[in-house]
């Protein structure tokens, strides 16, 4: 099963910026043009939690824990979605990964993620 590849993440003061990068580099164009993409984060002992989501033609949905602090966006040519992350907090800390949305039997390999901490 192909995996996308996420980065971007690292150690931020609360208060900073992040930017995040998830790339489909084995994924067919026509392919990764059919899904709404978003991204996901997760806590030891919780379940992953959608975020943000984009779809093919750029309309952005949020949760409102990041409402108006992250912002995500796509290249469907280049096959990669990012999350601009701004005013981030304590509890913006997890592994962010990204995905289509839903989650179903026709998405992609979950891959490794990428560790954000918010910490002073």
């Known amino acids: 099963q192909m995996q996308l590849v996420e980065s971007g993440g690292g150690l931020v003061q609360p208060g900073g910026s992040l930017r995040l990068s998830c790339v489909a580099p084995?994924?067919?164009?026509?392919?990764?043009?059919?899904?709404?993409m978003g991204w996901y984060r997760q806590t030891p002992g919780k379940q992953r939690e959608v975020v943000a989501t984009?779809?093919?033609?750029?309309?952005?949905n949020y949760a409102d824990s990041v409402q108006g602090r992250f912002t995500v966006s796509r290249h469907n040519s280049r096959k990669t979605v990012w999350l601009q992350m701004n005013s981030l907090k304590p509890e913006d800390t997890a592994v962010y990964y990204c995905?289509?949305?839903?989650?179903?039997?026709?998405?992609w390999g979950w891959g490794q993620g990428t560790q954000v901490t918010v910490s002073s």
């Open positions: 995905n289509t949305v839903p989650y179903s039997a026709n998405s």
């Open positions: 984009v779809t093919k033609d750029g309309v952005t």
């Open positions: 084995r994924s067919i164009l026509s392919v990764f043009n059919q899904y709404v």
